[in-house]
């Protein structure tokens, strides 16, 4: 069996072939060009492998509404030349596979849930705090997508005091966690990489307070048994202990369980799966779109 597996982002396609085993075989990164360059190169590129299913975890807003007459297609992003892109429906029909698509963070939070750090659990969260900040969300056992799918890169938060920069850089909203704490805020806050910010300079106790704040929101709101924090930026390791000490003292005692009051170690995780968490939950997309043919 060959797998098919997309993860397509706004600054770069990577497309791989894996097995029902979950190994994923050989690997091809583009750049996301136009929708007219881009995916004739991905076709073409998954057509001479002879691909049986196709699994795409994508970067959105996207429609999930299977009923929907633009169903897999990319809405509103801010990549103009991808706004109603039929990524999905293109795919599909030109490989002439069973296919199926979710957002990147659902797909991700899929392959931690089924194989990674919240196997066995009912829910989790994954928050990928990258280019820019999204979450995928596994609750009773089903990734949520409700009225299109949850967009919580764009949650409000409190501008904390000491913040050069409180409004954050959303082009859309004031002080959203994404203009808060991607990747690119803290550039534009400190005028240097993120990267390159030593782990002593205040930003990272800055971001560490924004990605609490996060974390107890999530909490009260989803109630979800591990929070799992992916992307460029959580490559910081110093940020998971000082995340879990801002969320438990936030909470202040509230929410009285045990793997909260202890400190909230196996809460707030690192991705069991490292940096496959996206391919692989591409793959098992890929799986489901094979059985739900069947
Ligand atoms: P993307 O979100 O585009 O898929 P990443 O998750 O790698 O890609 O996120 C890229 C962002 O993460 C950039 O803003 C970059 O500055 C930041 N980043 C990448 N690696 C690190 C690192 N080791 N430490 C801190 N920030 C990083
Ligand atoms: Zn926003």
Same mark, same amino acid.
């Given at each position: 069996m060959r797998l098919g597996t997309l993860e397509a982002g706004g600054t770069k396609m990577v497309l791989s072939i894996g097995n029902e085993q979950n190994e994923l075989l050989e690997q091809l990164t583009l750049p996301t060009e136009t929708p007219e360059v881009t995916i004739p190169a991905m076709l073409a590129w998954f057509l001479e492998r002879k691909i049986d299913a196709l699994g795409i975890g994508t970067f959105g807003p996207v429609d999930l509404n299977p009923a929907s007459p633009t169903y897999g297609w990319i809405t509103s992003t801010p990549k103009l030349a991808w706004q109603q892109a039929a990524l999905l429906p293109i795919l599909r029909d030109g490989l002439r596979v069973p296919a199926k698509i979710d957002t990147d963070v659902n797909a991700a939070a899929l392959a931690e849930w089924k194989l990674g750090a919240a196997r066995g659990l009912n829910s989790c969260m994954y928050v990928t705090i990258g280019t820019g900040v999204g979450a995928g969300l596994v609750v009773e056992g089903r990734l949520v997508h409700g009225l299109?799918?949850?967009?919580? @890169?764009?949650m409000l938060l409190r501008p904390e005091s000491g913040? #050069?920069? #409180?409004? @954050?850089?959303?082009p859309f909203h004031e002080s959203c966690l994404e203009g808060l704490a991607s990747g690119p805020a803290m550039e534009k806050r400190w005028g240097k990489k993120a990267f390159d910010l030593p782990p002593d300079h205040e930003a990272w106790d800055l971001e560490a307070d924004y990605l609490a704040q996060m974390c107890m929101n999530a909490l009260c709101a989803f109630s979800p048994e591990k929070i799992i924090l992916g992307g460029g930026?959580?490559?910081?390791?110093?940020?998971f202990p000082r995340i879990r000490e801002k969320t438990r003292v936030r909470l202040n005692g509230y929410i009285r369980h045990p793997r909260i009051l202890n400190g909230l170690e196996d809460l707030i995780t690192e991705p069991g799966l490292g940096t496959r968490s996206g391919a692989l939950g591409a793959l098992l997309l890929a799986r489901e779109a094979l059985e739900e043919r069947a």
């Open positions: 299109l799918h949850p967009e919580l @890169g764009h913040d #050069p920069s #409180p409004k @954050g850089f959303c930026v959580m490559q910081q390791k110093h940020l």
